[in-house]
């Protein structure tokens, strides 16, 4: 099993920054990927940023420009750098990892989520 913890979450006015962070530990073969996802009430959950361990990145068109994903694998981390901030971007985030456990099977763990509060 793979334990998530995020931080970085909060309330911000609109144009700021905030920097999440995913650390995962427990019991893992190895993590082919971790990202971020969000959930707006209302909406179904959207991919907001993923990232491999080798690197390559994707975004969600809504936020290109404005967030930027990053990882320190040797720490099993991913961090997202959110600026310029909108109230649209106001949602819980969950953070994601794609493992593969000792067991040779795959696994998707999830983060109990962060809120993040764009408003004036």
């Known amino acids: 099993q793979v334990q998530l913890v995020e931080s970085g979450g909060g309330l911000v006015q609109p144009g700021g920054s905030l920097r999440l962070s995913c650390a995962a530990s427990?019991?893992?073969?190895?993590?082919?990927?971790m990202g971020w996802y969000r959930r707006a009430p209302g909406k179904q959950r959207e991919l907001v940023a993923r990232?491999?361990?080798?690197?390559?990145?994707n975004y969600a068109d809504s936020v290109k420009g404005r967030f930027t994903i990053s990882r320190d694998n040797a720490k099993n981390t991913v961090y997202l750098q959110m600026n310029s901030l909108k109230p649209e971007d106001t949602a819980v985030y969950y953070c994601n990892a794609d493992a593969t456990g000792w067991d040779g099977r795959s696994y998707a763990y999830w983060g109990l989520g962060t809120q993040v509060t764009v408003s004036s």
């Open positions: 427990g019991s893992i073969f190895s993590i082919s990927a």
């Open positions: 990232i491999t361990s080798g690197g390559s990145t």
